[in-house]
DNA sequence: CCCGTGACATCGG
DNA sequence: TCCGATGCCACGG
């Protein structure tokens, strides 16, 4: 089963809470990996698991949606979390306030 | 086994 | 404040 670090980074965004968003950086860190935030997001640009894994609820560290297939993606994945109650500053997440804290 | 790629993070100028 | 360059890690071919 895998432990693979990729396994591990999905079981963790699958634990985002709803409403509240994390960083490719806080997965990595949650993983064992705090430098590995670039393999993080390649493992979601893979994403085999796109419907179970809520790779929308992962953003930059500055709060800035990322990826999502394309820019225009970008849109969709700003609605979904704003649908969840993830407070926006403009076109970026309010980071400050919505970060998963990674323990619940 | 080696090389190239990528949805990041961080530092310096 | 903005831009550019570097480092880190894992995957696929």
Redo the contacts with the bound molecule.
């Keep these: 089963m895998t432990t693979?670090?990729?396994?591990k980074i999905y079981k963790i965004t699958r634990r985002i809470p709803k409403g509240k968003v994390a960083?490719?950086?806080?997965l990595?860190l949650l993983a064992?990996?705090?430098?590995?935030?670039?393999?993080?997001?390649?493992?979601?640009?893979?994403?085999?698991d796109?419907p179970r894994?809520p790779?929308?609820r992962?953003?930059?560290?500055?709060g800035?949606l990322?990826?999502?297939?394309m820019k225009k993606?970008i849109v969709t994945?700003k609605h979904m979390l704003l649908a969840e109650g993830v407070p926006f500053i403009g076109e970026k997440v309010d980071i400050k306030k919505a970060l998963w804290t990674g323990v619940i």
């Excluded at 960083?23 to 806080?26: A, F």
């Design positions: 693979s670090f990729k396994e960083t490719y950086g806080q990595a064992g990996k705090p430098k590995a935030a670039r393999a993080v997001g390649s493992f979601m640009r893979t994403n085999p796109a894994t790779c929308h992962v953003v930059s560290k500055n800035a990322t990826g999502y297939s993606g994945k």
